[in-house]
Nanobody, 123 residues
Framework: QVQLAESGGGVVQPGGSLRLTCRAS????????VGWFRQAPGSEREAVSC????????YYADSVKGRFTISRDNAANTVYLHMNSLKPEDTGVYYC????????????????WGQGTQVTVSS
């Protein structure tokens, strides 16, 4: 069964850190493009960070550059999103997704999605 599962969300104070984990089962993340997206209440879904698997492509939204880092652990079949210096505006549900269509920050290029993990940044 093909499945993506996110974990690592939670409640954190401004300035804190979290590491989100996207783990795949039933297929390998090593040969697909992976993206992290988020959706805040009342807002559209946006791409946070994306990584290609064969072209060196890496994307970060302007709002997270210098604070978030995306990384792969192929042995663990996992992609991480390391989030530092968190701000209240980072609050939302974070989803990981995979694409075989090519490196992109467009959500409609991603075919498999996880269920999401809630991140709340609040004092």
């Amino acid at each position: 069964q093909v499945q993506l599962a996110e974990s690592g969300g939670g409640v954190v104070q401004p300035g804190g850190s979290l590491r989100l984990t996207c783990r795949a089962s039933g297929f390998s993340l090593e040969h697909v493009h992976v993206g992290w997206f988020r959706q805040a209440p009342g807002s559209e879904r946006e791409a946070v960070s994306c990584t290609g698997y064969n072209d060196g492509y890496t994307y970060y939204a302007d709002s997270v550059k210098g604070r978030f880092t995306i990384s792969r652990d192929n042995a663990a079949n996992t992609v991480y999103l390391h989030m530092n210096s968190l701000k209240p505006e980072d609050t939302g549900v974070y989803y990981c997704a995979t694409s075989t269509r090519g490196s992109s920050r467009r959500g409609d290029q991603y075919g498999y999605w996880g269920q999401g993990t809630q991140v709340t940044v609040s004092s």
